[in-house]
């Protein structure tokens, strides 16, 4: 934990303890996310990940990490988790191991093993009510091998497997309100793009023990098909117009760590990425803007914190 | 047999060229193979694609060795190993690069016995790092070099492998890819078919024995932290963000901080210091920066700079 709390952008450590060199694209929101995430939780981290993007972070013999990580198939990082916090707590509990030498155990998915095939050995991790941190960065599609849908993809986005007129016909699928509805210790939303906001989370969730999971999202330069300089504009942008609202779950109850005010129209952030080109060209789509709207209107009327 | 080999970066279009140029041999009558070859790694990274083109079975599988044509859509990937540019290119091979350079320096500069020819591009394209489309001109003129596909074949080959995109991007893609096939025409035909490959001279690999060793040496522990900073993921950036420090504010935590890469660090003076061997030019740092001081310029145009001071320091020999 750090000595002083973060309220500011001043205030975040730029030790850079997350090694460069990684294989991630030019302008991965997922790796903006995780490199700051990794200044707060330390070196003192052991990483599960299941397979996605991040699969390419730690080839042997190269690591951007300082501890250890642990690669696991698709649907199964939680119990990987499970099985490194079991161990540490045999070590621990037969003095083979210092207290102060303890490990946060940290699973890393995307949204396509988190929302998908991942679930529920998440939902069981929590039922155990497992010690460890979740942390789901959201491109909203299976980004590593080519953006095809997955659940996370939101309505109307045009994906690899969604290129009709009006893009994918599903919804986003609420994760967090799932996740929530187990009563895990800690839940929240954060993204990259807010640095302060998902450094206070990540500290919250901490020095709390018990399951805690967070999802960032992660703006993605080719998935969504936008410009890599505009990564962390257009995840300004997700905050601005609320469609990526920024929460936690804590003690039973959802509070919201920003209420965008004035929230911008939703088409401001849409019309960033060739994604939901379909929605502006060749002629404007009204139908589809205004029920997207609408599913943002609707989810912020009457929140007051 | 015609064998070429595009080489690219990823997000420049070159498997799509590949394919493009594959296909248009196809409508020429021609068997064909095209495949796309890359590592794990993203967007920006070296990728290759081949294309083997008879007018028989092609019996010949796996990477090409011996390329007839090299077209190259980034000349910065001729010095990278990992890229393998200049793998197997012989007196019987032709070279096409994008480049500012001219045949001449690449020549001396490679000491090569094969043929050079600059990608054309028209007046309008200023930098080359950022031309449009770059992989469609190399299928295009790909195409005009080997002299067998016509204009109609190779606009219905784009139609054929965009056309989900819609018709406006292939329209703009072939209108791109015919300008481009006009220029090459004083080059029309002069990639010829490579002589076919017989079992008969099959050498085998020349195989190096190694002893087995013990089991617990041969699998070393790695201890050592964060070593992926041993790659240079600077070989990916076209772009080079650059900060005029006469402008900087020293809010250091807001370029450091979105720098998805961790490849800007904050020295004794309170100043950010952006690290060239890693920054792969995404350039969101020159997004971000709030007093603006951060400028994207070519890389080229920086190494160029860069090779310039550095000559006016060494003193002649």
Partial sequence: ?305 | MYRIRFHGRGGQGMKTASRVLGTAFFQQGFQVQDAPRYGAERRGAPIFAYVRASRTAINERGVIRHPDLVAIADDSLVSSPAAGVLQGLGPGTTMLINSHDTPEVWRHRLNLDATILIVPVGEEVTDRADLPFAGMVCAAAAARLVGVIGREALAAAIREELGAHGNALADRNIETALHTYDLMQDHAGAVTEGTEISAENYASPQWIDLPLENAGRAAPSIHAAATSTLLKTGLWRTMRPEIDYTHCNRCWWVCSTFCPDSAIRVNEAGLPEIDYDHCKGCLICVAKCPPHAIEAIPEHLAQAREEKAHAAKTPDR
């Fill in chain 1, 1 to 305: 934990m750090a000595k002083t709390p973060i309220r500011r952008m001043k205030d975040l450590p730029s030790s850079h303890l997350f090694g460069s060199g990684t294989p991630m694209c030019a302008g991965c929101g997922g790796l903006e996310s995780l490199h700051q995430i990794y200044e707060i939780l330390g070196p003192r981290t052991v990483f599960v990940n299941a397979a996605g993007c991040m699969t390419l972070l730690a080839i042997y013999p190269f690591t951007p990490f300082r501890g250890s990580w642990l690669y696991t198939a698709m649907a199964s990082a939680p119990a990987g988790a499970q099985g490194i916090r079991d161990a540490l707590d045999i070590l621990l509990e037969q003095q083979r191991m210092e207290p102060a030498e303890d490990l946060n155990v940290v699973v890393l998915t995307g949204d396509g093993s988190a929302n998908g095939m991942g679930l529920s050995a998440t939902s069981a991790a929590m039922e155990r009510n497992l010690d460890f941190l979740y942390i789901c960065y959201d491109n909203e599609g299976y980004g590593n091998t080519g953006q095809q849908f997955s659940a996370a993809t939101p309505h109307g986005a045009r994906t690899a497997t969604s290129t009709g007129p009006h893009g994918f016909s599903g919804n986003k699928k609420d994760l967090f309100s799932i996740w929530a509805a187990h009563k895990p210790a800690y839940v929240a939303t954060a993204i990259g793009a807010e640095p302060v906001d998902l450094a206070r989370k990540i500290e919250a969730a901490k020095q709390l023990k018990g399951p805690r999971l967070i999802i960032t999202l992660a703006p993605c330069p080719p998935g969504w098909d936008f410009d890599p300089r505009d990564a962390a504009d257009i995840g300004k942008l997700a905050v601005k117009t609320g469609i990526w609202p920024l929460k936690e779950y804590v003690d039973g109850k959802v509070v919201h760590s920003k209420i965008p005010h004035p929230r911008l129209p939703v088409e401001e952030y849409l019309q960033t990425q060739g994604r939901f080109s379909h929605l502006f060209h060749p002629r404007r789509d009204e139908g589809l803007l205004a029920e997207i709207q609408d599913s943002v209107d609707r989810y912020w009327n009457g929140i007051t914190e």
